[in-house]
């Protein structure tokens, strides 16, 4: 599985941007997928993740409310938009795919990583 991240970019606190996460590979449609991210001097952290069929979502607490993780397994693509965004939102932010079953929000639990896109919010 190969994946990859866009839409990444600056804008204010309050504003919005939307990323993607193309993948490719036949079963993506059996992976459930999640965003992460990571912020300078800082581990990776988890921020949402999105089950198979998209019946299944969860984030964390800092984002809930803000953040909508979607996916579209017919154009093999997961998405997440982001709104009333924030300083501490700043980051390079990742999408993976977990081969597990349950939804895990440990990065260590996912298999496959995209390269990053950087999202930087102004104050």
């Known amino acids: 599985v190969q994946l990859q991240v866009s839409g990444g970019g600056l804008v204010q606190t309050g504003g919005s941007l939307r990323l993607s996460c193309a993948a490719s590979g036949r079963t993506f449609s059996s992976y459930n997928m999640g965003w992460f991210r990571q912020a300078p001097g800082k581990e990776r952290e988890f921020v949402s993740v999105i089950s198979w069929s998209g019946g299944s979502t969860d984030y964390a607490d800092s984002v809930k409310g803000r953040f909508t993780i979607s996916r579209d397994n017919a154009k093999n693509t997961v998405s997440l938009q982001m709104n009333s965004l924030k300083p501490e939102d700043t980051a390079v932010y990742y999408c993976?795919?977990?081969?597990?079953?349950?939804?895990?929000?440990?990065?260590?639990?996912?298999?496959?990583w995209g390269q990053g896109t950087l999202v930087t919010v102004s104050s």
């Open positions: 993976a795919v977990s081969t597990r079953v349950v939804m895990f929000r440990t990065p260590r639990m996912y298999d496959y």
